[in-house]
């Protein structure tokens, strides 16, 4: 990645890409075809992957935060929606949260495609309200300041958790396919002709590369559009939102180790990510000692 700045013409951003994606090829095989959709279009769904029971437990936590919740809060601008329920921190909310982190098709992929010690860089629910309009169109990593055409930074997946799925009425995600790799902003006329709503029922996520454009969906019906967003990131990429903060300190022990890792808790290669010289886990470990103790 730091040889990309350096790169200039666009036979070199041609060879940067291709040589990307064709090495994210020839993984296990139960994800070649979900990597083979990602390299062609950006995007992938793959549908039905919730339990209706767990869907239901989900929609319930969320309750007070959403719609006329005594909690639920709307978006502050209008990238966030105006008519739009914003829900972060879902970590540290509750633990029926952590089986969307931990999917273990998404992690299978994310593994295909990103660094040893990824990072779960963003966490939140979208409640897109009746008569809210369309997100402007952006990319998931726009704030990596490295010239476009270029491999994604992060990965991001849009989880259906409302009854109604995502439709092309009620603010589906929608996005451009092709677009992550292109070097210029979309225009007017390229929404008009590329764009497309994703559209899929409750339980089934969308995938997509960080660089591709796309945006919230306007919602024309009477429903809520209710989804959950996990986002994660290369481990040299400093993530959106602070997890380490999000989860309590004496928490963090009792969750399985993989989302351990995911939130912060790890070294990357060399040394990125370490406390005073050491592994972060070990504060934690000397923590527990020490409550033991009192």
Not at 114 to 122: G, R, W
Not at 273 to 286: A, M, S
Request: aromatic share 8%; glycine share 8%.
């Amino acid at each position: 990645m730091s040889g990309l700045s350096g790169l200039r013409g666009k036979r070199s951003e041609k060879l940067v890409l291709e040589s990307y994606f064709l090495k994210k090829e020839g993984k296990k095989d139960h994800v070649s075809q979900y990597l083979s959709s990602l390299k062609r279009d950006g995007y992938v769904i793959i549908p039905n992957l919730l339990s209706e029971e767990y869907l239901s437990e989900v929609r319930a936590t969320l309750k007070p935060y959403v719609g006329k919740g005594k909690m639920a809060q709307k978006g502050r601008n209008n990238f966030e929606g105006f008519k739009t329920n914003r829900v972060y921190a879902l970590l540290g909310k509750s633990r029926i949260f952590d089986k969307l982190v931990l999917n273990d098709k998404v992690l299978s992929l994310l593994d295909a495609t990103l660094l040893k010690n990824y990072l779960l860089t963003a966490f939140h629910t979208i409640n897109i309200l009746p008569n809210e309009t369309p997100q402007p169109f952006h990319y998931d990593d726009q704030y990596i300041n490295i010239p476009r055409p270029r491999p994604p930074t992060a990965l991001s997946t849009m989880w259906a958790i409302g009854e109604s799925g995502f439709t092309a009425e009620n603010g589906g995600t929608v996005v451009i396919p092709g677009s992550h790799k292109w070097k210029r902003m979309p225009t007017e006329e390229d929404v008009a002709k590329y764009a497309r709503p994703v559209v899929m029922s409750a339980g089934s996520v969308v995938v997509f590369y960080s660089t591709l454009w796309h945006g919230g969906g306007r919602n024309v019906t009477k429903i809520p559009r209710l989804a959950i967003t996990a986002q994660y990131c290369e481990p040299w990429v400093r993530p959106m939102e602070n997890q380490m903060l999000v989860v309590p300190r004496e928490e963090v022990l009792k969750l399985d180790p993989r989302l351990v890792s995911l939130i912060g808790y790890n070294i990357h290669p060399p040394f990125v990510g370490h406390v005073d010289g050491r592994h972060p886990l070990k504060t934690l470990e000397e923590d527990q000692k020490l409550s033991s103790k009192l």
